[in-house]
């Protein structure tokens, strides 16, 4: 069977409510219509299951000993999910930032080329971070005025401002992730990476959206290296 034939005559396991960057060619319009909001379908993916498998870069502090065996590691997974599943996804990020996305691999030689490039990348630290949503809405609801009509007046107007911002908005790699995730179209994600100290947001927040989608997460991290909150299973690199 060929991709599009397969593609087009998937099972649906389920239905979900609609999020940013998903196909819209996946709403359900019958459960829209029923439910009052936008849901799709969930596919049950190709024969053997559609694979995503994810690279969480490491920050450039560790061996490079370590970054090789971790990477030659990630390079077995791709050629295994190709042998066994025809193709796979790939999706790296480097802290909260996606660096490259490919989506349904078939060649393994095309899979190898996308590694290449790839190095640990140099830590970040923010010196300055937006008030988010949470923060704007309470400044709203608390603007400090005081008696003084012009004072009143003020914060008012400033409460108008803070209003429009305080509206939940997802992040910008929320947003990217979620493209990704329904782009892959894959029944589970793999998550390869060395679990360094320090702050791993952009994971959990991957996983959740992974989750949402009804998708199986395994992290594949070293011994003794710890897990992350919401996984399905943790696997040994």
């Known amino acids: 069977m060929d991709r599009k034939a397969a593609l087009t005559s998937q099972e649906i396991r389920g239905f979900r409510p609609y999020h940013s960057g998903d196909d819209p060619r996946q709403v359900d319009w019958k459960i829209t219509a029923k439910r009052g909001t936008l849901y799709v379908r969930e596919p049950t993916g190709l024969e053997g299951g559609v694979s995503l498998i994810s690279v969480d870069l490491p920050a450039r502090t560790g061996d490079p000993e370590i970054f090789a065996r971790f990477m030659m590691a990630i390079s077995s997974a791709v050629e295994g999910a190709i042998a066994a599943r025809n193709d796979c996804s790939l999706l790296v990020v480097a802290g909260p930032e996606i660096v490259r996305f490919i989506s349904r691999i078939q060649d393994i030689r095309e899979a190898l080329a996308a590694f290449s490039g790839l190095l640990p990348f140099e830590p970040r630290t923010y010196l300055y971070r937006a008030p988010g949503p949470a923060a704007l809405a309470a400044r709203v609801r608390h603007p400090g005025a005081g008696a003084d009509p012009c004072d009143r007046e003020y914060h008012a ?19 990217a992730i979620r493209g990704a995730l329904s782009q892959a179209g894959a029944a589970e994600v793999r998550i390869f990476s060395l679990l360094q100290p320090g702050d791993k947001s952009h994971l959990i927040q991957f996983i959740h959206e992974a989750k949402v989608r009804g998708m199986r997460v395994v992290l594949q991290a070293p011994a003794g290296a710890g897990t992350i909150m919401g996984v399905d299973a943790v696997e040994v690199l």
């Open 157 to 175: 107007r400033l409460r108008d401002i803070l209003s429009a911002f305080a509206v939940e908005k997802p992040m910008p790699f929320t947003v």
